[in-house]
């Protein structure tokens, strides 16, 4: 009897052990955001109305036709005058590129990014375990990943991916590679970069599809520190809940929703489709489908999921001698606020956040810090979700235990999510770094009114492309 009491006492002290050990080696897979650096580009490389004018005049394949066009899309883009553009914009070189250009104006952006981070968490570079790039449209040789490895002087076994053509949703894929190295190596410090290379991409054609990219992207990047070491949870600002990714490349029209290629007489651009909306749309839809059971609480899935019953029972049974109820009564939603107290949306432009905001029923609050990033930085590719945090930062919105959505998409066509936990407040000065402090009190500006319609609102009336020519006061 002695003997039985003895091994039920070790079979229960071993599954005591085991249950432990799980626990445990889970506290170790947990990823933290420690500190991250966005880029602010020198004011010598800032876009106003004046320069972004004269830029598309040296386009010499424009006629009257793709003027009006562009002057449609700048004003409703929702992009402000303090943009900013690669170096060769400024030369008068954007149509004859150089490899040089573009290794340039992204060593400009990591060394500005990485110094500062490493600097103000008292790292060296050799204390980077995991390096993870992503620059979508710049495939050098060697890759960026080894220029910052050699430049940096970085440890040999340091474990290293490049991303590209990831599109403007390669953050949040970053942040998921990360993730995974968490899961099988403890006590790691992970630095993500994360930029898009403007230099050799500047569509010089008239191909209306094409030219639309020129108005939309502008020059940025940020560096992420992250970490699963647990003597360093104190010292975190975020911590990730969940991530999912979808991707609809098995999908024709998602595929080409967005593609480089060349027009018809060779130039080489970003060739945005009708489709684009659709895609974007399905994506979406298919990611929220995955995410908010993650997210939400089991109150508000249920209320969604009685919600939807009783329109589907209301449908099948209208009322007599009234209207179809069905086409009268509110659209079934959720609440995405019972979960979320922060939405960081990637600043795609004016229309993205518009239908993002009307699809989960958000406010001009929740929906002013994506509004202002796309104002004042314009959209950066995948480091825009980053500027956004940091204005919610600037503005002191961020609170121990708020829950920020971050909602991304990118060709393919993709669209990544996740969710990240405040694990302490974060206040503006303690971060020293934030691009929002020198001007965050000037936000939100009083009126977003793009002054490219008065100054070139007169070419709406022209009608005649032959005789049509710029008046001297816009020169």
Same mark, same amino acid.
């Given at each position: @009897?002695?003997? =039985?009491?003895?091994?039920?006492?070790?079979?229960?002290?071993?599954?005591? $052990?085991?249950?432990?050990?799980?626990?445990? +080696?889970?506290?170790?897979?947990?990823?933290?955001?420690?500190?991250?650096?966005?880029?602010?580009? +020198? *004011?010598?490389?800032?876009?106003?109305?004046?320069?972004?004018?004269?830029?598309?005049?040296?386009?010499?394949?424009?006629?009257?036709? /793709?003027?009006? &066009?562009?002057?449609?899309?700048?004003?409703?883009?929702?992009?402000?005058?303090?943009?900013?553009?690669?170096?060769? $914009?400024?030369?008068?070189?954007?149509?004859?590129?150089?490899?040089?250009?573009? !290794?340039?104006?992204?060593?400009?952006?990591?060394? *500005?990014?990485?110094?500062?981070?490493? %600097?103000?968490?008292?790292?060296?570079?050799?204390?980077?375990?995991?390096?993870?790039?992503?620059?979508?449209?710049?495939?050098?040789?060697?890759? =960026?990943?080894?220029?910052?490895?050699?430049?940096?002087? @970085?440890? /040999? *076994?340091?474990?290293? &991916?490049?991303?590209?053509? @990831?599109? #403007?949703?390669?953050?949040?894929?970053?942040?998921?590679?990360?993730?995974?190295?968490?899961?099988?190596?403890?006590?790691?410090?992970?630095?993500?970069?994360?930029?898009?290379?403007? +230099?050799?991409?500047?569509?010089?054609?008239?191909?209306?599809?094409?030219?639309?990219?020129? #108005?939309? $992207?502008?020059?940025?990047?940020?560096?992420?520190?992250?970490?699963?070491?647990?003597?360093?949870?104190?010292?975190?600002?975020?911590?990730?809940?969940?991530?999912?990714?979808?991707?609809?490349?098995?999908? /024709?029209? +998602?595929?080409?929703?967005?593609?480089?290629?060349?027009?018809?007489?060779?130039?080489?651009?970003?060739?945005?489709?009708?489709?684009?909306?659709?895609?974007?749309?399905?994506?979406?839809?298919?990611? !929220?489908?995955?995410?908010?059971?993650?997210?939400?609480?089991?109150?508000?899935? &249920?209320? $969604?999921?009685?919600?939807?019953?009783?329109?589907?029972?209301?449908?099948?049974?209208?009322?007599?001698?009234? @209207?179809?109820?069905?086409?009268?009564?509110?659209?079934?939603?959720?609440?995405?606020?019972?979960?979320?107290?922060?939405f960081c949306i990637h600043t795609g432009g004016k229309a993205v956040i518009d239908a993002i905001g009307y699809s989960l029923d958000l406010t001009e609050y929740d929906l002013e810090p994506a509004r202002m990033t796309l104002h004042r930085f314009g959209n950066t590719s995948a480091s825009s979700l980053w500027y956004v945090l940091g204005y919610m930062e600037a503005k002191k919105r961020l609170k121990r235990g708020d829950r920020v959505f971050m909602i991304s998409f990118?060709?393919?066509?993709?669209?990544?999510?996740?969710?990240?936990?405040?694990?302490?407040?974060?206040?503006?000065?303690?971060?020293?770094?934030?691009?929002?402090?020198?001007?965050?009190?000037?936000?939100?500006?009083?009126? !977003? !009114?793009?002054? &490219?319609?008065?100054?070139?609102?007169?070419?709406? %009336?022209? /009608? *005649?492309?032959?005789?049509?020519?710029?008046?001297?006061?816009?020169?």
């Amino acid at each position: @009897m002695d003997i =039985l009491c003895i091994l039920f006492s070790l079979l229960i002290s071993y599954l005591i $052990f085991k249950i432990w050990k799980l626990i445990d +080696s889970k506290r170790d897979q947990n990823c933290y955001i420690l500190d991250y650096q966005c880029h602010k580009p +020198s *004011d010598d490389r800032m876009l106003n109305t004046q320069f972004s004018g004269e830029i598309i005049r040296r386009n010499k394949h424009l006629r009257l036709n /793709e003027y009006k &066009f562009l002057l449609k899309a700048i004003v409703s883009s929702g992009i402000g005058e303090q943009t900013y553009a690669p170096r060769l $914009f400024f030369e008068g070189r954007e149509e004859s590129p150089t490899i040089q250009d573009a !290794l340039s104006e992204m060593e400009e952006f990591y060394i *500005d990014t990485i110094e500062k981070l490493l %600097e103000r968490n008292k790292l060296k570079p050799k204390d980077i375990d995991v390096l993870v790039v992503n620059v979508s449209m710049l495939n050098s040789t060697p890759s =960026l990943s080894a220029r910052i490895i050699n430049h940096y002087k @970085m440890r /040999e *076994d340091v474990k290293v &991916f490049n991303l590209t053509a @990831m599109g #403007c949703s390669a953050s949040v894929i970053s942040v998921d590679i990360v993730k995974n190295i968490f899961k099988t190596y403890k006590n790691k410090l992970a630095l993500v970069v994360t930029s898009e290379s403007l +230099s050799p991409n500047w569509y010089s054609g008239n191909n209306r599809s094409m030219i639309l990219a020129n #108005c939309l $992207f502008r020059s940025g990047g940020c560096a992420v520190l992250l970490s699963n070491k647990r003597g360093l949870r104190g010292k975190a600002m975020f911590k990730l809940k969940c991530l999912v990714r979808t991707h609809h490349g098995a999908r /024709e029209d +998602s595929f080409n929703a967005c593609v480089q290629k060349e027009d018809e007489l060779g130039r080489v651009g970003i060739h945005l489709d009708k489709t684009l909306p659709k895609a974007a749309t399905r994506a979406f839809v298919d990611n !929220l489908k995955v995410i908010t059971p993650k997210i939400l609480p089991v109150t508000e899935l &249920f209320r $969604f999921m009685l919600s939807l019953l009783l329109k589907k029972l209301r449908r099948n049974h209208p009322s007599k001698g009234s @209207m179809n109820v069905a086409q009268a009564a509110p659209k079934a939603g959720i609440n995405f606020k019972t979960g979320i107290d922060h939405f960081c949306i990637h600043t795609g432009g004016k229309a993205v956040i518009d239908a993002i905001g009307y699809s989960l029923d958000l406010t001009e609050y929740d929906l002013e810090p994506a509004r202002m990033t796309l104002h004042r930085f314009g959209n950066t590719s995948a480091s825009s979700l980053w500027y956004v945090l940091g204005y919610m930062e600037a503005k002191k919105r961020l609170k121990r235990g708020d829950r920020v959505f971050m909602i991304s998409f990118g060709a393919g066509f993709k669209c990544n999510s996740c969710v990240w936990e405040v694990v302490r407040d974060v206040n503006v000065g303690e971060c020293l770094g934030n691009v929002w402090n020198h001007c965050i009190d000037e936000y939100p500006p009083k009126s !977003l !009114l793009n002054p &490219f319609l008065e100054k070139y609102g007169w070419i709406r %009336e022209e /009608e *005649d492309p032959d005789t049509f020519k710029f008046r001297d006061e816009t020169m």
